[in-house]
């Protein structure tokens, strides 16, 4: 039996409510499609950061390092400031583990309605790449003269060679092997002429390595527009750290809601475990309420099974899914009025029910 080790990092918020759930859907899933899994639980986080002034141990890396794939959570609580939950735990993973290509697909789920008019299932199902190594979010900068009238705060994004060629090559081939072979390169080369210049001029190197997929450009605020007034034009996008991380969260709205979402940070190269979650956040709004949406997570589990290699399983979780969405159960925040335990239960349910797991 094809046996896998998934690390569970829930998190903060919503996180362990949504996880769990996924974990649920993951049991009842590999009952039925021939593999096992072992699931390691790891508290860290918001709650180890008040216990242990960090969010995760110092060989937190290793003790993740012999996973088959990480399966995590959400980062963020009200009373810590961001940024040291996200550069606590989150960003750590991703740049320890070279986890460069950040994978976002976005589409209308039956029964789900869209925000945008006359757009339907179909019209929208997008797959954006986000650089995740480097760019604006490489942690580069600095502050000097604090608390004085002249002080300074730098914040430098950095483009490598190897970093945007990758990425590159990676968002041609994910678009390659998509039926429309169509590809946008987000940019803002009008106004930022040395990264942004270099960006596209290493897009329209490596471009000539794919004569069969059409590609052309976008700025990215032209790119807003484009996603809310002409979505069937866009199939596959690829963006730097920072405007693939706002564009995505436009996507997901556009399809729906946030809830929806999932996001694959992935080594291609397969070196570490990749790292697999909802894009929603922590949403302490709603924590402890039982109203998360879990669709996120389901789609993010479906994900990491492909990873994994079992793309038989990850389609039968999202034809569960998709039948449980089109019966109408479905979350406050898409417009019903199940629990994140009813759509769970009916998600097993389904996966039980359907014949078409591995």
């Known amino acids: ?11 903060d918020g919503i996180g362990p409510e949504v996880i769990g759930a996924g974990l649920e859907a993951l049991a009842a899933l590999a009952a039925r499609a021939g593999f096992s899994l072992t699931v390691d639980h790891y508290d860290w986080g918001s709650d180890y950061y008040r216990r242990h002034g960090v969010m995760m141990p110092a060989d937190g890396l290793a003790q993740l390092k012999s996973a088959d794939a990480i399966y995590f959570g959400a980062v963020g609580d009200p009373e810590i400031p961001d940024h040291v939950t996200l550069w606590g735990l989150r960003l750590p993973i991703c740049q320890g583990f070279d986890q460069y290509a950040n994978v976002r697909p976005t589409r209308i789920l039956p029964g789900v309605t869209s925000p945008l008019r006359d757009v339907e299932m179909g019209d929208l199902d997008w797959l954006i790449i986000r650089e995740n190594s480097e760019g604006e979010y490489a942690g580069h ?3 000097a003269h604090r608390g004085l009238p002249e002080e300074v705060a730098t914040e ?6 190897v970093g945007v060629e990758r990425i590159m ?5 994910r678009a390659r092997a998509r039926p429309r072979r169509l590809l946008t390169v987000v940019t803002k080369s009008n106004a930022q002429k040395h990264g942004m210049v270099f960006w596209d001029e290493i897009a329209a190197h490596v471009a000539q390595d794919y004569p ?13 527009l484009r996603m809310v007034c002409k979505p069937k034009s866009l199939d596959t996008i690829v963006a730097t750290n920072l405007h693939a991380d706002i564009l995505s969260d436009l996507a997901a709205a556009l ?13 291609p190269q397969r070196r570490y475990p990749s790292m697999f979650e909802p894009i929603h956040g922590s949403a302490f709004d709603i924590t402890g309420k039982g109203i998360a949406n879990p669709v996120a997570s389901f789609w993010t589990a479906a994900l990491m099974l492909e990873h994994l290699g079992e793309p038989q399983a990850a389609a039968s979780l999202m034809v569960a899914v998709e039948q449980v969405c089109a019966a109408g159960i479905m979350t406050p925040d898409i417009g019903g009025t199940a629990t994140t335990a009813d759509v769970t239960r009916a998600v097993v349910e ?7 797991a591995a």
Request: net charge neutral.
């Open 350 to 356: 389904a996966i039980g029910g359907s014949n078409q």
């Open 169 to 173: 090559r990676y968002a041609f081939e």
């Open 255 to 267: 399809a729906g809601s946030l809830g929806v979402a999932p996001t694959g940070n992935v080594d």
């Open 141 to 143: 900068g600095g502050r």
């Open 212 to 224: 069969d997929v059409t590609w052309d450009k976008e700025l990215v605020d032209a790119m807003t």
């Open 1 to 11: 039996m094809r046996h896998y080790r998934i690390a569970a990092i829930p998190a």
């Open 156 to 161: 430098v994004a950095i483009f490598t060679r």
